[in-house]
């Protein structure tokens, strides 16, 4: 069917419906999330009959979703499909790392085949809609959405967001196999004060164009059907109620025509806001902002009439959302296959190659943080292994914050990757203590198994519950006591790998000045053990760099790479210079740091041409040799400064990123191109302009002064 006749069908229905009807397509209901899976609430049944509900969250499984979606076809008035939407954030049955780790992968074209893989799963089981992806620019650890987050850098979230729409989406939506993507949470909701969950921003209009938005306009240009805004305000609007934003913005100017869903009840938290007086003021606030569809709030259904009653909002107003709502559905293919019947089944061979997808995301995730005296990789099997810590064999905490349609029972722990790397080794496993708690008990039996052990692998961090949604710590460190456990078996002097699981950085200096190798495995997923094995046993290389900077401590937040120059730079023999008394200004780990088993030397940069205009594009060249002794990946990041500019810019920028696989001894010249228009400054009306002068080009690994290769480039006047 053309966009004409979904036009003209959905202006039919349009005319044919009640108000009750058309408020009921921008209702979305959750349904019960009991153990046993997702069940219908028999009340929102009731609703559905009756047409006031548009559409599900939270309700996944075909046979489960057929039968409801049979109550809205067959059992209402106008027959109009529900659309069903979920949490697939990384990865559904087949659980692939958290973002914020496969961000570390620097790779779009792993991103695309994770989501990609993600939806061919979510689709077989029912489901038209991810709430992904996640695109809030992260900046402080203390918040626990890190986790859900490709870091701190806005071109590479922007990247991200590209490669995530693609692969939700695919080429067609209405494809079986698709999914609508959820580019959320617009805007800014990275920049929550001191890293509390829920709290209010205020970040500066620039740093909001700069930093915040440049990942939603990338996504918008990839065609995300749908947007969520924010639950939290900025500079007082709350983002759910914010018609600059979302109105004048995203749709006026950038030209967004999909759905706005609103986050889980945040029409009715906009009274909490102090916002809106009742129910029917926040219901009209949001509407007249463009907010198609209430998530749980039953704002629009308890609060709409009235609205149009006191005239707060016109008919007009809800037929607009409600166009877009059928819009949205029509795009899906759902008028005409409700059932997505040809949605390709998940046989064992599907899920297998989906498996092998999640292993390989899953290694190419893990950031190898440190390894003084080479102390990975242990190439031969060590006869007898201790796996000691409370993450050291609990496959359930390998799902990480969300876990979609992921089970506990189908992940591998890592010492079950190790077992299964090592099948010939005695594997002794400790907990030692609990990841949170005060029982020292376990600490005395688990330095025995060290002691009697040729390698131990400790396995501490975060519980998966400990980062993600309502995750934030104030001080993210390791939690209980871990440290006790980690510095009375690395006082021990055995061959010792640490391995970190973490929605986010966390600050634990002590353990990097004694632990010899640490590797960050954050949440990995399905193949946890399997990828962390192939690490530790030098099959996989490890090639993963920090999306994020990693602070020294807490204080330091907020930690990132592109800062602004002050004007008093770091002097320590001069007291009024912008530093601490009692911290170092530099992180532990900068943005870009993640090792190799081999060495990477970088040489012989160029740039061309000499002189840049605008629409031109510069050529950027550079040889990188693996001057070590195993095959590996390199990652080249390009960054730029603009030394002199109407406004201060960062002292780097992150512009682009290429990869270079090379055998030990080879040489490859890496090539990268750079838009002209990209080196734009925003101008006081926040309008991108391009200031002719010098530009500064830096490549190498990471954004570290001493690590990066120099060049200038000018644009013309
Ligand atoms: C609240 C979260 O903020 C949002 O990211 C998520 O999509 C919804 N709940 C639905 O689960």
Partial sequence: MTRTDHAARIESLLGAMTLDEKIGQLNMLTADLAVTGPGMPADYMAELKKGRLGSMLNLFGAPLMRQVQKAAVEETRLGIPLFFGFDVVHGH?????????????????????????????????????????????????????????????????????????????????????????????????????????????????????????????????????????????????????????LRDLLRQRWGFEGVLISDYNAIAELIAHGVAADLVEAAALALKAGVDIDMMATAYTCGLPAALERGLVAMADIDACVRRVLALKAALGLFDDPYRMKAPAMTPERMAEHRAVAREAARRSIVLLQNRNDRLPVAAPPPRVAVLGPLADVADEMLGPWSGAGRGEEMVSYAAGLRAAWPAS????????????????????????????????????????????????????????????ARAVLDLGKPAVVLLSSGRPLMAPWLFERAEAVLACWYLGSEAGHAVADVVTGRWNPSARLAVTWPVDAGQIPIFYARLPTGRPLDPAFRYSSKYLDMPNEPLFPFGHGLSYTRFAYSNLRVSPATLRAGGALAIEVDVANAGAMAGEETVLLFVRDPVASVSRPVLELKGVAKAFLRPGETRTVRLSLACDALAVLDGALAPRLEPGTIEIFVGPAARADALLEAAVAIAA
Wanted: proline share 7%; hydrophobic share 50%.
């Fill in 426 to 485: 005695r594997i002794d496993v400790a907990k030692g203590v609990e990841a949170e708690g005060g029982d020292a008990g376990g600490i005395a039996p688990a330095l025995d198994l060290a002691r009697a052990a040729d390698l131990v692998v400790l396995c501490l961090g975060e519980l998966r519950f400990m980062s993600g949604e309502a995750g934030s710590r104030a001080k993210p460190g390791l939690p209980g006591l871990q440290p006790e456990l």
């Fill in 93 to 245: 049955r087949t659980v692939f790392p958290i973002p914020l780790a496969e961000a570390g992968a620097f790779d779009p074209a792993l991103w695309e085949k994770t989501a990609r893989i993600a939806a061919v799963e979510a689709a077989a089981d029912g489901l038209t809609l991810t709430f992904a992806p996640m695109l809030d620019v992260s900046r402080d650890p203390r918040w626990g959405r890190i986790s859900e987050s490709a870091g701190e850098d806005p071109w590479l979230t922007a990247r991200l967001a590209e490669a995530k729409v693609r692969g939700f989406q695919g080429a067609d939506l209405a494809a079986a196999d698709a999914v609508a993507a959820t580019a959320k949470h617009f805007a800014g909701y990275g920049a929550v004060m001191a890293g509390r969950e829920y709290a209010q921003v205020d970040v500066s209009e620039r740093t909001f164009h700069e930093v915040y938005l440049p990942p939603f306009r990338a996504a918008v240009g990839a065609g995300t059907a749908a947007i969520m805004p924010a639950f939290n305000d900025l500079a007082g609007i709350p983002l759910t109620a914010h018609r600059g934003l």
